[in-house]
């Protein structure tokens, strides 16, 4: 009997595995298509087999073909490509941070927003408009530099006010402190911007999101950004899995959470500093990409972090076509974009999966 149970359990084990790896599969095909397709739509159409010919052309340094218009080799290399993959990898980089931070805070809506990233960060850049501050060596990277910066200075400030008054660092405390400063740091943009009345409409832009004009450094700083901290995450996976169980569990097993706790922190801010400093402020990715991720793959953070990796970026990819082409010539804010596509989407994926099937039954 107990060989036969055995037998069965290596059955269903290898069946899961299968599956899960036909899953991942699809995704990263049905992405990269969607990438292809996000390139070639807008007020000027790309075929397919044109667009693959000037990539493959361009990357191996082979000569276009006369049949294909300059104008279109352009458009696609010069300017879609790079603000397609800006917008990938930006949402790759939020949604792998959000699924961190649900995952270490365990709270289904916790994100890097949360700990007052985007407030710090719109706070910096606000400084940097309303002064008309310049730099001759940072040039155009200023702002997203000064972003960046401002944003992971007030998680690290959280992150010490944390520690100063609750030695363990406890969830509620990083939650509330992260409250406060965001809260905080609005206020004090607010003010700026009231005062500076003539710098509003560009301020309200930058935190609107957008990828407008993105070339293709934008897109290699946050493509290595992003990977790189993935790959960093990847090496807490089991950390992240122990954690997910609360606190008490993780110290039992042998888990330093404060120390494990600070260094997710800042890799996650990290990774949303990145990307908000190329796109300003985007939300809802970071919340939503990595419920539907844990939906369709599983709760393993080995799985959770690359699959919200590739989901994560698709689905910014498709957010800013639309934001560029529903109303063109005028471009709609993507944050606003992501919200109105992605909330039904996710609703939809969450009501259909088969645990909220189960947990209606149990009801």
């Not at 790896?21 to 990269?32: A, D, E, M, N």
């Not at 805070?105 to 700990?115: D, G, H, I, R």
């Not at 993780?250 to 190329?278: P, Q, R, Y």
């Amino acid at each position: 009997m107990s060989n036969q149970t055995n037998n069965t359990t290596s059955i269903k084990s290898e069946k899961q595995l299968s599956s899960i790896g036909i899953k991942v599969i699809i995704s990263i095909v049905l992405s990269v298509i969607l990438l292809l397709i996000c390139m070639g739509i807008g007020s000027v159409s790309v075929s397919l087999p044109d667009g693959l010919t000037i990539i493959y052309c361009k990357l191996f340094g082979k000569a276009i073909p006369e049949s294909i218009n300059p104008q279109v080799v352009s458009i696609l290399w010069d300017i879609r490509m790079p603000r397609a993959c800006t917008a990938f990898f930006a949402g790759a980089a939020l949604s792998v941070s959000g699924a961190v931070m649900q995952a270490i805070l365990q709270n289904p809506l916790a994100s890097s927003y949360t700990m007052g990233v985007s407030a710090g960060a719109s706070l910096g850049a606000g400084f940097v408009i309303i002064h008309g501050i310049s730099s001759t060596v940072l040039g155009f990277f200023l702002l997203p530099v000064v972003g960046f910066a401002a944003g992971l200075l007030t998680v690290l400030l959280v992150i010490a006010f944390a520690a100063r008054l609750d030695h363990n660092m406890q969830n509620h405390t990083i939650i509330l402190f992260g409250m406060i400063f965001a809260l905080f740091v609005n206020a004090v943009l607010t003010l700026m911007s009231t005062m500076a009345s003539q710098h509003m409409q560009r301020l309200i832009l930058w935190q609107m999101g957008s990828f407008s004009g993105r070339r293709w450094i934008h897109a290699a700083i946050l493509c290595g950004c992003s990977i790189v901290g993935t790959l960093v995450l990847l090496f807490f996976h089991r950390e992240l899995d122990i954690m997910t169980f609360g606190e008490e569990q993780a110290m039992s097993i042998g888990v330093d959470t404060k120390k494990t706790k600070i260094w997710l922190l800042i890799l996650s801010a990290f990774l949303t500093g990145a990307a908000v400093c190329f796109s300003g402020i985007i939300g809802f990715i970071d919340l939503a990409v990595p419920h539907v991720v844990r939906r369709i793959f599983g709760a393993k953070h080995r799985l959770v972090l690359p699959m919200s990796f590739v989901l994560g970026g698709a689905f910014m990819a498709l957010a800013d076509m639309i934001a560029r082409s529903l109303l063109a010539p005028r471009e709609i804010p993507v944050g606003a974009v992501t919200a109105l596509v992605g909330a039904p989407f996710f609703l939809w994926v969450y009501f259909r999966s088969p645990g909220s099937k189960a947990g209606k039954e149990e009801a």
